[in-house]
């Protein structure tokens, strides 16, 4: 075990009360920022020590009140805590005392972050407290969050911090000057037509709603809004695959290893994370034969049915996400998912969502269309919502004001009746 290794584990056995615990794994592994860093983090698996081997029955078992850690070792901060069960054997308590001041001052300490300033508070139980990352006490997009929960004696059972809390010279801080007013003709355009799947009643309905988009303070343009952002080097190619023949031959699928097994040297030296790497233009033919070579083999009468939408590097791999040229109005679309080899640009597996799709078959079909985008529009514009936020911006690398433009409600394209989405 490398020196520095046994140093951060003799950290957490002194940070967090673990003298009672044992240390069953560990490794090391990477992720890249949206900055396209590399941040390397050290996870560590500590069992009680009352645990027996015969109470284990897999390899990858962990007893109730085992302590999972995740460690930044960049910046030697926690990125999470989680006792197992929400049982701590831990010999000491992370707070003098469990008064909101005292959690609230230990969150500051712990990460820096000033409440008012980058946090506040979301939602608060009796011994769990959720906090947002924001600027100035307006949201974040992508999300950043802080979650603690603990026990009856104040030991801490879980600890978690996710996203990215900026700093002040990541911002560009503005006085928020939106008004729906302002945005008028971004609103019919957002103003989209969709047909739903209703489980319970095995039929679809089409709705109005509004496809949610950040609009920058200046009201001049737009982001669009992504519920899971992916960082890591991607290509944008919306090109139409087309071919002539299709090739009789199967295909097998490759098992993927999604862990690394990485070394301290690894980490120490700052090798970059491969998903950080650029996407050259040897990548990009290289990928192209792969991916034709691919449809051909096992979509062969789909020729001019798919659009390569973009290569993106996750995993290690270079993933390629298509779509289906012909786009109906249904909220899920057909999709594909190319996973490749990075250095020798081969097919490894894929996802087809077509499986997801074909449960919806059974069901009855919607109503007839009675209403327009201009009457779903009236119906609607009371309800719609600007809201701030600072967003990342990925060419600027920082981030911005925008509002937010959002509706909890759809209008029923035949009835005109209003709909919460929440009830969907």
């Not at 592994?29 to 900055?35: D, G």
């Amino acid at each position: 075990m490398h020196p520095k290794i046994e140093s951060y584990i003799e950290w957490a056995i002194f940070k967090f009360g673990l003298e009672h615990y044992t240390l069953e794994r560990h490794h090391l592994y990477r992720s890249i920022n949206q900055f396209n860093e590399t941040v390397y983090s050290l996870s560590m698996e500590w069992f009680p020590g009352h645990h027996t081997q015969q109470e284990q029955d897999t390899s990858d078992y962990n007893p109730i009140g085992t302590a999972v850690i995740d460690l930044d070792i960049d910046r030697s901060v926690v990125n999470s805590i989680l006792f197992v069960g929400g049982k701590s054997y831990a010999s000491r308590s992370m707070f003098s005392s469990m008064e909101d001041k005292e959690i609230k001052k230990w969150i500051e300490a712990e990460t820096g972050l000033r409440f008012g300033v980058h946090l506040q508070l979301a939602k608060q139980n009796e011994r769990t407290y959720s906090f947002t990352g924001c600027i100035d006490g307006i949201a974040l997009s992508p999300p950043a969050s802080i979650e603690l929960e603990f026990d009856q004696e104040g030991r801490l059972t879980k600890y978690t911090k996710v996203g990215y809390f900026p700093s002040v010279d990541e911002v560009i801080v503005e006085c928020y000057s939106l008004s729906l007013d302002r945005v008028e003709p971004l609103l019919t355009e957002q103003i989209q037509l969709m047909e739903v799947p209703i489980h319970e009643h095995r039929n679809l309905i089409s709705l109005y709603g509004v496809e949610e988009i950040f609009v920058t303070n200046d009201g001049l343009s737009a982001i669009p809004f992504e519920f899971n952002s992916k960082w890591g080097v991607s290509v944008v190619m919306d090109k139409v695959v087309e071919w002539e023949t299709p090739i009789n031959a199967s295909f097998t699928r490759k098992k993927i290893r999604w862990q690394e097994e990485l070394t301290f040297e690894q980490a120490s030296s700052g090798e970059k994370h491969p998903d950080a790497l650029p996407i050259t233009e040897l990548d990009l033919e290289e990928c192209w034969k792969a991916i034709l070579h691919f449809l051909r083999q096992v979509y062969g009468g789909d020729s001019g049915k798919w659009l390569l939408q973009k290569l993106h590097r996750e995993k290690g791999m270079i993933h390629a996400t298509l779509k289906a040229g012909k786009q109906d109005l249904k909220v899920f679309q057909r999709k594909l998912l190319i996973m490749m080899d990075r250095e020798r640009h081969q097919v490894l597996n894929f996802m087809d969502n077509e499986g997801l799709l074909d449960t919806f078959d059974g069901f009855q079909a919607s109503e007839p269309i009675r209403l327009d985008k201009d009457e779903a529009l009236v119906r609607l514009r009371e309800r719609i919502h600007l809201t701030p936020y600072y967003v990342y911006h990925v060419e600027l690398k920082k981030y911005i004001l925008c509002g937010k433009l959002d509706c909890d409600e759809a209008v029923h394209a035949s009835s005109g009746k209003i709909m919460a989405l929440r009830d969907l």
